[in-house]
């Protein structure tokens, strides 16, 4: 009986392992920058100091912390010369976890101080992240140390 059942079940599915297919989902890779992007930024009125692009890099944001947004209320209700007390608890506010987020951002880069600024990151907190160093960022690091020094035949934006 157990010889039956184990063939019966290598029949069965046999079949389907063979005829399984594999789907190949195209994901883009982890680091990289669009070249066609890659362009003068006209900044305080002129050219030659920065750049924008659209790359796509990760994004690591903190957590944070739960808290009490109050501290309970109690009051009382009285009637009649009968009074009851109550005790509201306090509102606690959940924390969120931190991450990496791996998405394509616009950046600007400053070829001269050499930081650039991720249009729409964030820290997690809801703040933005500004202007940080290119060495922070292996997209940033890459475009400034391949079209810095040849900013002037870059395209303008538009």
């Known amino acids: 009986m157990k010889i039956l059942l184990t063939s019966l079940i290598v029949a069965l599915g046999l079949p389907a392992a063979i005829n399984a297919e594999t789907i190949v989902v195209p994901t883009p890779a982890r680091f990289s920058?669009?070249?066609?992007?890659?362009?003068?930024?006209?900044?305080?009125g002129r050219y030659g100091r920065y750049i924008t692009f659209k790359g796509r890099t990760d994004n690591k944001y903190q957590g944070t912390d739960g808290y009490y947004e109050s501290e309970g209320k109690k009051y009382s209700e009285c009637v009649n010369g009968k009074c009851n007390f109550f005790l509201e608890p306090p509102t606690y506010i959940e924390g969120t976890e931190g991450g990496i987020e791996n998405k394509t951002f616009v950046y600007e880069l400053d070829c001269k101080d050499k930081t650039f600024n991720?249009?729409?990151?964030?820290?997690?907190?809801?703040?933005?992240?500004?202007?940080?160093?290119?060495?922070?960022?292996?997209?940033?690091?890459?475009?400034?140390?391949?079209?810095?020094?040849?900013?002037?035949?870059?395209?303008i934006t538009r």
């Open 118 to 155: 991720r249009i729409g990151d964030r820290t997690g907190t809801g703040f933005k992240k500004g202007w940080m160093e290119n060495i922070e960022d292996p997209v940033a690091d890459a475009v400034e140390k391949k079209y810095c020094n040849i900013i002037n035949s870059l395209p």
């Open 33 to 44: 920058y669009e070249s066609e992007t890659v362009k003068q930024l006209k900044i305080r």
